[in-house]
């Protein structure tokens, strides 16, 4: 009856420790944002679509894929595909990345090298760039938060990254 017990609680032991294990190494890392960028009011005002990078690093256990990337605005609201103010759409690129006008990104063959987001493997640095087109030229609220939703071992998670300057200076 003794070495019943005993194997049951061993076995129980181990089960949770296995368990903690895959959570914990599931849950383990972050992106990183490593440079940033903004564009100025009076260059959206001329109405063209504008390229914005941000270098992005996976730092922890693991190769996240990624599923969407969400933008935030400042009063809390997510961007919708079709907003009043902009319209963002984002791709990712192992290419160092700044801000560019559409006309260059194509003329350059940027655009040739820009990827989805969904089903890209973040296992080292890379960039999100986001292509920002004004719809309307008065903003009452930039972009301060995005919300990068991945799959890790399976799981899906998402992780907040602060955008605290925003993505539009009033310059």
């Given amino acids: 009856m003794k070495k019943t017990l005993i194997k049951w609680i061993v076995i129980c ?11 914990y190494f599931s849950h383990e890392g972050e992106f990183e944002k490593y440079s940033h960028v903004t564009i100025g009011k009076e260059t959206l005002k001329e109405g063209k679509p504008v390229y914005l990078g941000y270098h992005l690093q996976w730092e922890g256990i693991g190769t996240p894929e990624l599923q969407k990337v969400e933008f935030i605005k400042s009063d809390g609201t997510i961007v919708a595909k079709d907003d009043d103010q902009m319209r963002i759409k984002s791709y990712i690129t192992k290419v160092d990345f700044g801000s560019y006008y559409e006309e260059d990104v194509i003329k350059e063959g940027i655009v040739n090298k820009l990827l ?54 009033n310059e």
């Fill in 13 to 23: 032991v181990l089960v949770i420790g296995v368990l903690w294990a895959f959570r």
């Fill in 116 to 169: 989805p987001v969904k089903g890209f493997k973040a296992d080292d640095d890379f960039s999100l760039v986001l292509q920002v087109e004004p719809n309307d030229f008065e903003w009452d609220s930039d972009i301060k938060t995005v919300r990068v939703m991945y799959k890790k071992f399976g799981q899906t998670q998402f992780q907040n990254i602060s955008f605290d300057d925003g993505i539009i200076s």
